[in-house]
């Protein structure tokens, strides 16, 4: 059995997920032994792939995909797919059946995963997918070497959204036709190139998170992230001196604050001596509902260190208006 097709663009009517869908498609197989033991020898190959992916701002181009049959219900999987100037190798073996066992990895360096005016991320996956009768396993690691986001600007209005990278699912055994349950247990390592603005801060994000999800409940992450440059509080755009986002079981969405930013004005004593005045808060508590603390150095009263970081001046230098 030959099968030739030279166009994909079907699959645009299929699902409006992907746009300008371009590639080949043949099957080359042999059929053999008898109806009670049959046999399949061959394999389905797409080449040339390449489509549009509008909700992310992605060009999949270049894309070699193989299936082989090694028999008449197990295949093989192997290919390739590019995204920006990166490139994703696929591999894996599995069943026909719809509850066949099938295992897949997922290897990449610098793939293009998102390009939106919210979004640029560029990632190193090194996952494993795992499908049993009873559930779906994702394990692994994904490293974002690069990215720029800004929270403000995401589908939904923000992290107080649920993502649609978020999967609940039910934790009872599901019904014949519905989706498996989704079992995730992957680390994110983040280099040094990724930018956050959000939730006050506007400045770059390392570190590594274990980022865990169970059927029926949010996605939740585990380590630490160091944060740099600055957090905006009080109309001040602060230099954050030391800072880290803690997670320990926590959504993804809220993680604990440990952050200390400060302004510092110079000439605060009229030139006498070190006339330099740090004024800046202590933020603790959590990303939605932060506790901040005012502190200077040299100590100060509350009210006197509040002016100098809102102002740059003493209580004393105000005028009526300020």
């Known amino acids: 059995v030959d099968l030739a097709l030279n166009s994909l663009a079907f699959l645009e009517l299929l699902t409006p997920e992907v746009a300008n869908t371009k ?11 008898t109806i009670a033991a049959p046999q399949l020898n061959g394999a389905l190959t797409l080449t040339e792939f390449a489509t549009e992916v509008p909700s992310a701002g992605l060009k999949l181009h270049d894309g070699d995909i193989r299936v082989r049959a090694t028999d008449s219900e197990h295949f093989v999987l192997e290919g390739t797919l590019k995204s920006g100037d990166g490139t994703l190798t696929l591999s894996g073996t599995g069943g026909v059946g719809a509850s066949a066992p099938l295992k897949a990895s997922i290897k990449g360096e610098n793939f293009l995963a998102a390009d939106i005016p919210a979004a640029r ?16 396993t994702v394990g692994g690691s994904v ?97 954050i001196e030391s800072g880290r ?66 102002t740059g001046k003493p209580l004393s230098g105000l005028k009526s208006g300020e």
Do not use: C, W
Not at 121 to 136: C, F, K, M, Y
Not at 147 to 172: I, M, N
């Open 23 to 33: 590639g080949h498609l043949a099957a080359n197989y042999t059929l053999a032994g």
């Open 245 to 310: 986002l803690l997670f320990a079981g926590t959504e993804l969405d809220n993680p604990g604050l440990d952050i200390r930013a400060v302004r510092k004005i110079l000439g605060a004593s009229g030139g006498q001596g070190d006339d330099t005045v740090t004024a800046g808060l202590q933020i603790r508590g959590t990303a939605l509902v932060p506790v901040l603390t005012v502190f200077s150095n040299p100590a100060l009263q509350q009210s006197e260190a509040l002016s100098y970081l809102i």
């Open 121 to 136: 991320v560029v990632i190193s996956p090194d996952l494993t997918i795992e499908r049993s009768a009873e559930n779906i």
């Open 143 to 239: 490293t974002i070497p690069k990215a720029k986001v800004d929270l403000a600007k995401l589908p939904g209005g923000g992290v107080a959204q649920t993502s649609p990278d978020v999967v609940v699912t039910d934790a009872e055994q599901p019904a014949p036709g519905k989706p498996l349950p989704v079992i995730v247990a992957v680390d994110v390592k983040l280099g040094h190139d990724v930018k956050l603005a959000g939730m006050g801060l506007d400045g770059s994000i390392r570190g590594q998170l274990r980022i865990d999800q169970r059927p029926g409940r949010v996605a939740t992450g585990t380590g630490t992230l160091n944060v740099s440059g600055t957090y905006k509080a009080y109309g001040q755009n602060l230099q």
